[in-house]
């Protein structure tokens, strides 16, 4: 089971930063997790610029880390370069498509790493893993020498142990980054897909802990946001993935082609384009809400993270984070306790460029709850 990809030699006393093997290193050979990709890779010619600024703030890469193929999946599951290991269960899924970043900080291999999201891919591997992720406002951080998935969607973002190493990844990003004021008003989001009531009370208690006020709000396009924002990954993966779907099939997951193949070929230009039209629309849904509350509250996940052998029924782990994609807004997962079980995630939604009262919110309850 592997966490990496490739390791490098960093000597140095800055911070040990892993990253997504899908994010240019210069003189690495960028594989996105996929046989497909990496028989013809080459080592890159450049970092890409969220590497270049980590290199200027002193940060040592580790290493290039797992994900699951193309960045395309929630499980973290790898026909090729094998599965990181979940550190709180190795029989549950590392979740995706992050999977070797989260593990990477978990097992103290790296004080900061890189992930991306698309629909869920950096919070969800947090979720399951027991570790905290920042999805970037949509925008905010420069995808530049980054393999697309949906270019429409993808964020690059910050993930750690721990609050602080959010923040300290997202001063690797943007120099000068601090956390902002802590938000009085959290607005608890109801009304959205069903999810194991133990999840729902750790959500809850973690709020009331860090003391917040909190209200409850509702999105009734929710579910239909989730929805529109897989048509729009799939479609616009398939796009930028479609010269390997036809040339090297048998060099891909079958999850992966099925997916790109069922979803993604089906949508056509009229299409995309409503797509894009009701994105705009969810935005200002999400903003409306926002208008009136400082952050949203929700899980991160519906359900305890599948087991390895069962992980095929479980595609719907991203119901509560493609939405927030969709809107483009920022968002931070971080674990609370569950009794009895693997720790919850919480995930807290901000106003676009929002990050930095987020990470002001986690820690927050980072402190309240242990």
């Known amino acids: 089971m592997a966490t990496f990809i490739t390791r490098l030699d960093a000597s140095g006393d800055g911070p040990r930063l892993a990253v997504k093997d899908l994010i240019d290193v210069e003189g690495v050979p960028t594989t996105a997790g996929s046989r497909a990709v990496a028989r013809s890779a ?17 940060a040592r890469i580790v290493g290039k880390v797992n994900l699951h193929e193309l960045a395309f999946g929630g499980t973290g599951i790898n026909p090729w370069y094998g599965t990181p290991t979940n550190p709180l269960d190795p029989e549950r899924i590392p979740g995706g498509s992050s999977s070797g970043s989260a593990v990477a900080v978990a097992e103290d291999e790296a004080d900061v790493a890189y992930g991306s999201d698309t629909g869920g891919s950096v919070r969800i591997p947090s979720a399951c893993c027991g570790t905290v992720g920042l999805k970037t406002t949509f925008g905010r951080i420069s995808c530049d020498g980054v393999w697309p998935l949906a270019q429409s969607l993808d964020t690059v973002g910050p993930m750690a142990a721990d609050v602080a190493g959010v923040v300290l990844g997202m001063q690797l990003l943007e120099p000068g980054f601090a956390p902002g004021s802590v938000p009085h008003v959290v607005g608890r989001l109801r009304g959205v897909p069903a999810h194991e009531a133990e999840i729902a ?35 616009e993966g398939y796009a930028n993935n479609r010269r390997l779907l036809e040339e090297q099939p048998d060099d891909l997951g079958d999850d992966v082609s099925s997916f790109f193949m069922s979803m993604g070929s089906a ?15 969810w935005r200002k849904a999400m903003a409306d809400v926002l ?5 949203i509250a929700c899980p991160t ?22 939405p927030v994609n969709f809107a483009g807004n920022p968002a931070l997962a971080l674990p609370v306790p569950r009794p009895g079980g693997l720790p919850a995630s919480l995930q807290l939604i901000g106003p ?19």
């Open 42 to 58: 080459q080592p890159a010619a450049a970092d890409a610029p969220c590497v270049v600024s980590a290199r200027r703030a002193g």
């Open 301 to 322: 996940l519906m359900i305890t993270p599948p087991r390895l052998d069962d992980a095929g029924g479980h595609a719907m782990v991203a119901n509560f984070t493609a």
């Open 201 to 235: 009370q750790a959500v809850d208690a973690a709020l009331g802990a860090a003391g917040f006020e909190v209200v409850d709000v509702e999105l009734p396009g929710w579910n239909d946001a989730f929805g529109e924002c897989i048509s729009l990954m799939c479609a």
């Open 291 to 295: 208008g009136r509350v400082e952050v």
């Open 267 to 281: 949508v056509d230009s009229a299409q995309l384009q409503q797509l894009r039209s009701d994105a705009a629309a």
């Open 352 to 370: 676009h460029g929002g990050e930095e009262a987020l990470v002001a919110a986690g820690a927050a309850v980072e402190a309240a709850v242990g």
